[in-house]
């Protein structure tokens, strides 16, 4: 082997096959990265483009032989002029806002509670994180039993301190409730961990400076620890909000978006044009708006959580 | 601004022993540094002035008062955290603002307090900058003015420089001492940097194994270490041991009894009745002096040259006598060659039993 005086010391000790030696640096890259580019290309970029191209197209996958017709964006203006899609979008806000609001404010209470070091901490922390692993329609019927208007054990609970029987799944206005509830009750616990996790990676120093400086409890909190918090509680809620925007197993379960219309969510009214009526090209645009909506959710925090980090 | 009296301050830690027995009065306005080897129970004595260390027995009074069972916001004490404790995310006024706020203390009152010490401090212009982009040392003096806003009896300083770079350090001290005599509040520093014991502390008590091994101000621990280790942790080069054996004839250096050392001879009376054969020679590097001309006898002794290094002004000199070291801090310009004549002058001479105590 002949070696120039330019080339560096290690080409001299590279070994393997020639051919491979011989490949420029950006040759090799390439062939490292191909194997991803193309799983991601299978998976990723094939359905996405095909659902674009769908939604485009007045065809049903119940048809296969019919020839799918293009109508541009028919299916977007049809959608987005009919009054009943934007029924399911407030009631969806209405949903995200009640159960979101409920995840928060028990889920950070309780990692507040957490902090402190009780007999049976562990276990208890163990136990409260359960209700996250359940599948989500076993959750869905196991309320829809509880919020049973004649037999529930809600009911029962509530007529023992003597307040009349209310028709949980019957009414919408009841029913956002009773599915928040449920809701809350699987995805609290997902509020807790992570809130857990960012009091606890509040250094012991600057819990002391606050004692130190007098500040009561609460004031420690809530100018203290939840500002410092607030990176990572952001980002819990990011994904609590998108959660709970696609919410769809337990209104399935437990109302089956009746009574009529009134409690289906957008996604679950995707489900039902895509399933139900099969109607594939107005749900694949449906799909793409529910899209948009969560990306520029998604746009939205990570525009803030930048501005978080380059404070802190 | 109070007098502090610590008496009996015990600390465990399961079988650990972290503070044993520690009693000491702090005066008013007084510069006390807390030194020590780590884990020798110097930050868990802070600790407990502070209240957020429960002392296991022993009681804390300030101004006589016992505070032993107060928690730390009941007790009116400031302090600085060894690592940057500030709020980040705050500026560095909100900071500073954060101790009287959270007393509650009217806002006009806040503002008038923050820019009488950001005078103190000189930081009057970083007020508004959020407190993670400034430079360590800013950050130490935005702490200290937190420390200090609220007018603290007691103010304690946990290692504050060590996240200092080291160019700074320097200054930092000079400044640290200047601020503490403008403001006259009794502090309690923290540190195993025995440099920056020596230049911040009226007292510089020094701790070992939980325990006070020696307590006065900087030159008395230089120039009358009370024990072997004393003398061994104060001063940089360290100070040069050499082990010693008694002979009938006098003492002698152990490995080369032809080497004679001078002492009095009631010291060497005193070694014999402890029933002592060794003792050890303690001397400081800069002590030792180059005296090719003078005859060899009793603390003149020829050496060999190990190794030499300019330091700045100061030759550093490391020499062999008798299979032993000797390390000597001369001017730039001695005359050394291989082999040099050194002289220990017997009066900055320490003699130490070899279980370390001091004996002469």
Same mark, same amino acid.
């Given at each position: ?106 889920? #950070? ?163 039902? #044009? ?39 | ?360």
């Amino acid at each position: 082997m002949t070696m120039s005086m330019d080339e560096p010391p290690m080409a001299a000790a590279r070994s393997g096959r020639k051919s491979f030696r011989t490949l420029p640096d950006a040759w090799l890259c390439g062939l490292f990265i191909a194997p991803t580019v193309l799983i991601l290309a299978l998976m990723v970029f094939y359905p996405f483009l095909s659902l674009i191209r769908y939604s485009s197209l007045n065809f049903s996958m119940m048809r296969p032989n019919v020839m799918p017709v293009n109508v541009g964006w028919g299916n977007y203006v049809d959608l987005l002029t009919d009054k009943d899609i934007w029924q399911r979008f407030v009631f969806t806000g209405k949903f995200v806002l009640a159960t979101v609001s409920i995840q928060f404010v028990l889920g #950070i209470a309780a990692a507040y509670g957490f902090q402190r070091d009780f007999k049976g901490r562990d276990f208890l922390f163990t136990v409260a994180l359960m209700p996250m692993m359940f599948c989500p329609i076993v959750v869905g019927f196991l309320w829809r039993y509880m919020f049973n208007s004649d037999w529930g054990i809600v009911n029962w609970l509530i007529s023992l301190v003597g307040v009349a029987k209310v028709d949980w799944l019957g009414k919408s206005e009841n029913a956002l409730w009773a599915v928040a509830i449920a809701d809350a009750w699987t995805w609290t616990p997902f509020v807790i961990l992570l809130a857990t996790a960012a009091f606890r990676g509040i250094p012991r120093d600057i819990r002391e400076s606050a004692q130190i400086d007098g500040a009561s409890p609460a004031f420690t909190f809530f100018r203290v620890t939840l500002p410092m918090s607030l990176p990572i509680i952001t980002i819990a809620l990011l994904l609590r909000l998108i959660d709970a925007f696609k919410q769809f197993d337990l209104f399935l379960a437990m109302t089956a978006g009746g009574p009529a219309s009134e409690t289906e969510t957008a996604a679950y009214s995707l489900s039902k #044009i895509a399933f139900g009526y099969f109607h594939t090209g107005e749900a694949s645009a449906f799909a793409i708006i529910l899209l948009v909506v969560i990306i520029g959710l998604s746009m939205v925090f990570v525009r803030y959580l930048t501005r978080l980090s380059n404070r802190i | 601004m109070a007098t502090v009296d610590l008496e009996n301050l015990t600390v465990r830690f399961g079988e650990v022993t972290a503070v044993n027995g520690f009693t000491m009065t702090l005066h008013q306005g007084e510069f006390i540094v807390l030194l020590g080897p780590s884990g020798c129970g110097k930050t868990t004595t802070l600790r407990c002035i502070a209240g957020l260390q429960q002392s296991t027995s022993g009681e804390i009074r300030f101004d006589g008062k016992p505070v032993t069972r107060l928690t730390p916001a009941e007790r009116n004490i400031g302090m600085v955290f060894q690592f940057v404790s500030l709020y980040p995310h705050l500026t560095a006024r909100q900071n500073i603002a954060f101790p009287l706020r959270a007393r509650g203390v009217p806002r006009p009152e806040i503002a008038a307090k923050i820019d009488s010490v950001a005078k103190v401090f000189m930081i009057g212009d970083i007020l508004d900058q959020y407190v993670v982009g400034l430079p360590p040392g800013a950050r130490q003096k935005v702490s200290l003015a937190r420390a200090v806003v609220r007018e603290p009896d007691v103010l304690l300083l946990d290692e504050p420089l060590s996240g200092v770079e080291e160019q700074y350090r320097e200054e930092m001290r000079w400044e640290l001492r200047q601020f503490q005599k403008e403001l006259g509040i009794t502090t309690v520093h923290v540190t195993h940097d025995q440099r920056e014991a020596m230049s911040l502390a009226d007292r510089v008590v020094l701790m070992r194994d939980g325990k006070i091994v020696q307590s006065g101000p900087p030159a008395t621990l230089f120039d009358n270490p009370a024990d072997r280790f004393a003398a061994s942790f104060i001063g940089s080069p360290s100070m040069n041991f050499l082990t010693l054996k008694i002979a009938a004839g006098g003492l002698g250096v152990a490995s080369d009894q032809s080497l004679g050392v001078s002492a009095p001879q009631e010291a060497i009376d005193r070694f014999r009745a402890q029933g002592l054969n060794e003792v050890i020679l303690g001397i400081r590097p800069h002590l030792v002096e180059l005296a090719n001309e003078a005859p060899i006898g009793q603390n003149v002794w020829p050496a060999q040259l190990v190794d030499a290094v300019l330091v700045g002004r100061n030759l550093q000199a490391e020499f062999a006598v008798g299979g032993q070291t000797i390390k000597a801090e001369l001017p730039s310009d001695a005359a050394i060659g291989p082999t040099s004549v050194l002289r220990l002058p017997p009066e900055h001479c320490f003699f130490f039993g070899p279980d370390g105590s001091r004996v002469g």
